[in-house]
C-alpha cells in the first residue's frame, strides 16, 4: 500500500529565509507525486505536481519540488518565503491508474512565518 | 481553470437533524468524485468515491447509511449526513478528477452538530 510520511509536524521561518518541506512516500514504482496548500478554513490548492520527465518540478508562487528515487523523496523548496505563505501543506501520493488516481495524503506540514 | 465549488462553507444544525453538502463541477465534467473529511490539524481522510449513475465506493469504516452519496449528474454530487452528531462535527471537502489529469478540489464546508 502506499503511503506518504511529512516527518515535520511543524516548520517556522522568517519571512525572507528559504524553506524546505520534507515528504518522503511508500510505493512500489513511481507514483505520481502532488504538493497542495491549505489556508485556514480553505480547500486546498495544487502547488506541483511530478508525473514522469525531469525530477525538478516547478510550480505556483515560486515554489519547486525535486523527486529523488534514490531517496523516496519529493521536498519542496522555495528560495524566499513570503508571510503570505503561512499555511498547511501537504504532500500526496497517488498510483498512475488509467489516467485517474486518488491520492493518499501525507499529515500536512504547518509553516510558520516570523516578519 | 476547472473550477470544484462547495455549498454551504458553513453549516450548523443541531443533532438528530440530516444535512446536506453540493460540490459542482462549474467547467467541466466528472464522472468521478470524491469525498474527504478532515479534522483540526489532521490529514484529508478519503470517505468515498462518488460514481456517476452509480453507487458510491465507500473507503473502510465509513457508515454508507450514515453517509449518503448521491452523483445524480456529471457536474453534481451530494454528500447528506443523517441524524447529526457531534461527532460528525468535520471539515469536508470534495474533488473531481479534471482536466490534465488533475484533482480539483472545493473550497470545504465547515459542519457543526450541536
Known amino acids: 500500500a502506499q503511503s506518504v510520511t511529512q516527518p515535520d509536524i511543524h516548520i517556522t521561518v522568517s519571512e525572507g529565509a528559504s524553506l524546505e518541506l520534507r515528504c518522503n512516500y511508500s510505493y512500489g514504482a513511481t507514483p505520481y507525486l502532488f504538493w497542495y496548500v491549505q489556508s485556514p478554513g480553505q480547500g486546498l490548492q495544487l502547488l506541483l505536481k511530478y508525473f514522469s520527465g525531469d525530477t525538478l518540478v516547478q510550480g505556483i508562487k515560486g515554489f519547486e519540488a525535486e523527486f529523488k528515487r534514490s531517496q523516496s523523496s519529493f521536498n519542496l523548496r522555495k528560495p524566499s518565503v513570503h508571510w503570505s505563505d503561512a499555511a498547511e501543506y501537504f504532500c500526496a501520493v497517488g498510483p498512475p491508474s488509467g489516467g485517474s488516481y486518488i491520492p493518499t495524503f501525507g499529515r500536512g506540514t504547518s509553516l510558520i512565518v516570523h516578519p | 481553470g476547472a473550477v470544484v465549488s462547495q455549498h454551504p462553507s458553513r453549516v450548523i444544525c443541531k443533532s438528530g437533524t440530516s444535512v446536506k453538502i453540493e460540490c459542482r463541477s462549474l467547467?467541466?465534467?466528472?464522472?468521478?468524485m470524491f469525498w474527504y473529511r478532515q479534522f483540526p490539524k489532521q490529514s484529508l481522510m478519503l470517505m468515498a468515491t462518488?460514481?456517476?449513475?452509480?453507487?458510491?465506493?465507500?473507503e473502510q469504516g465509513v457508515e454508507k447509511d450514515k453517509f449518503l452519496i448521491n452523483h445524480a449528474s456529471l457536474t453534481l454530487s451530494t454528500l447528506t449526513v443523517t441524524s447529526a452528531h457531534p461527532e460528525d462535527s468535520s471539515f469536508y471537502i470534495c474533488s473531481a478528477h479534471g482536466p490534465r489529469d488533475e484533482q480539483f478540489f472545493g473550497p470545504g464546508t465547515r459542519l457543526t452538530v450541536l
Open positions: 467547467d467541466f465534467q466528472a464522472t468521478t
Open positions: 462518488s460514481n456517476e449513475g452509480s453507487k458510491a465506493t465507500y
